[in-house]
């Protein structure tokens, strides 16, 4: 028997071997994007990066249709793109099991929002499982497999940012190959016109209706009951089961697997044992609600919705009702002053940080969007003004030149990745284009997903696995749609793009701007002998400090910056900002 230390997200890549699955669709998202990133490595599983999380979902829905067992993950935003087809899915059903993994992010470390997607799987009316560490992970794609297919029926699995990067054991098993089913050729089933539809509504609300009985009848598969000391007893799931086991040690708990629908009949059971019930749970009162709903007098918790969940703050929660001493210390809670200082900023060679140096300059307002550039906001670039959602920033640029008429369009850009603009910034520039905008789209072509992981996409010219793929010219697409004015700048060269920047916003027609620099992590060729400043040429005018690179600092007794040179990547950006010729590359 293999036992390995596994993160949440390589064992759901596990199970997704395990389970038989054939197809896996994704689109990169922290916390969930090391789920795919490790799937590729299973020769058994086709795996592929998809543009978008709709794209994604879609293309799993189709190979469900043809007859194999699929999974598509995503983080939480993510599944508010694929909403569409999931809502319809849930009508249709499925042919081969279908799994749908989503990762939430609370506290935000990497996200736009702190949503709670257990909401989804009540609103889309299908099952959600939700594991409370890695081996569960594993386990459960497996489960949520049988669910779906038992049922004729997407299943979510939900993850959290804690359990996708957190480590423990699981037990490896071997792949249980499944045979293909034959394609569902069912037009009542997967042709969702309203006649059709409307009698899939009722297949919908009968098949809630047979899970949460089955649940009632199979408790002790998705509710685990410990009795401990029965003053109090704690209704939890997932990673917030965990901690409760920690700050509640004495606690009578009873463990969700399945966190919609629920298994009410258990629950009812396990409030008659003790003397008062609680919910703990992280984010909304998702379980909370639901229980009083249905009539289960559950306690008020008085916590925060906002962040994460973590034993000191229910040591906290539950010290306060005298339920136990508040003594909670975390194991390395010196950690932090140990860790070195890292805050965030764009590496050192970033190829963005030129034309956001230039926006800055000359004081355009950006409409921004998501990826590792939205980072340009930082002082002392601050060239990012609005961040919304993924491709939001060329679809707002459109909305602020039509507000006003035109005039806000002269002082401002859309800013937005190549992977992001590919996601689902081309729908805005379509809609820019037929609606005669005359806004300046700037697209930071550095061919990678960098904020995610470095995953490859339609741009970089290489498949999930690493092997050539065919690429697509973002500069063709852009003309190919009709657009006249197109240019394809080096980000490095801050005169082209101060003076590409000043023409384009000018020019009242839809124009957009590429930067062609890679991502230092895309090409590390591009890295070269790094650069050191003159000490008798340097005149302190602070011009390179505001560019904001991580390798150049200031000395503030000698009032002069100097470069640290196993930082600098040898990049040129700071030497052409240099009016004083202060900056020389090693070596030259
Ligand atoms: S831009 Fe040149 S002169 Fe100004 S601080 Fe930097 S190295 Fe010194
Ligand atoms: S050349 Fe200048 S801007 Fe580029 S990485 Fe080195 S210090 Fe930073």
Known sequence: MTKRVLSGNAAIARGAYEAGIGVVSSYPGTPSSEITDNIKYFDEIYSEWATNEKVAMEVTIGSSLAGTRSMTCMKHVGLNVASDPLMTLSYTGVNAGLVVVVADDPNMFSSQNEQDSRHYARFAKIPMLEPADSSEAKYFVQKAMEISEKYSTPVLLRSVTRLSHSMSVVELGSRKETERKELEVNIPKWVMVPANARKRHYFVEDRLEQIQSDLNHNLSDFIHEEINNTDIGIVSSGIAYQYVKEALPKASVLKLDMVYPLALDGIKKFAGKVKKLFVVEELDPFIENELKAHGINVENLNRSLMGELSVERLNDIFSEKGYVSRNYKPLYSDINDKLPQRPPNMCPGCSHRGIFHAINKLKLFAAG????????????????????????????????????????????????????????????????????????????????????????????????????????????????????????????????????????????????????????????????????????????????????????????????????????????????????????????
């Not at 550039?373 to 003004?385: F, K």
């Not at 690429?471 to 697409?477: D, R, S, Y």
């Not at 002998?529 to 390798?551: F, H, M, N, Q, W």
């Open 369 to 588: 969007d998501i990826g590792c550039y939205t980072l340009g906001l930082l002082p002392p670039l601050s060239a990012m003004h609005s961040t919304i959602c993924m491709g939001a920033s060329v679809s707002m640029a459109h909305g602020i030149d039509k507000g006003s008429n035109g005039e806000y369009a002269r002082k401002s850009v859309a800013v937005i990745g190549d992977s992001t603009f590919l996601h689902t910034g081309i729908n805005g520039l379509i809609n820019s284009f037929y609606n005669s905008g005359t806004s300046t789209v700037i697209i930071l072509d550095n061919r990678i997903t960098g904020m995610t992981g470095h995953q490859p996409n339609p741009a970089t010219g290489l498949s999930i696995k690493g092997s050539p793929a065919p690429q697509v010219n973002i500069e063709v697409l852009c003309r190919g749609m009709g657009i006249s004015h197109v240019k394809v700048v080096d980000p490095f060269n801050v005169e082209e793009c101060l003076n590409t920047l000043k023409e384009e916003t000018a020019r009242e027609e839809l124009s957009v701007i590429i930067t062609n620099r890679p991502c230092i992590f895309a090409d590390k060729s591009v890295i070269s002998s790094p650069y050191y400043i003159l000490e008798d040429k340097c005149t302190g005018c602070k011009a390179c400090v505001r560019l904001g690179c991580p390798a150049i600092l200031w000395d503030s007794e000698k009032r002069l910056a100097f470069i640290d040179e196993t930082l600098c990547t040898g990049c040129g950006l700071c030497p052409k900002v240099c009016k004083f010729e202060a900056i020389k590359k090693r070596g030259e």
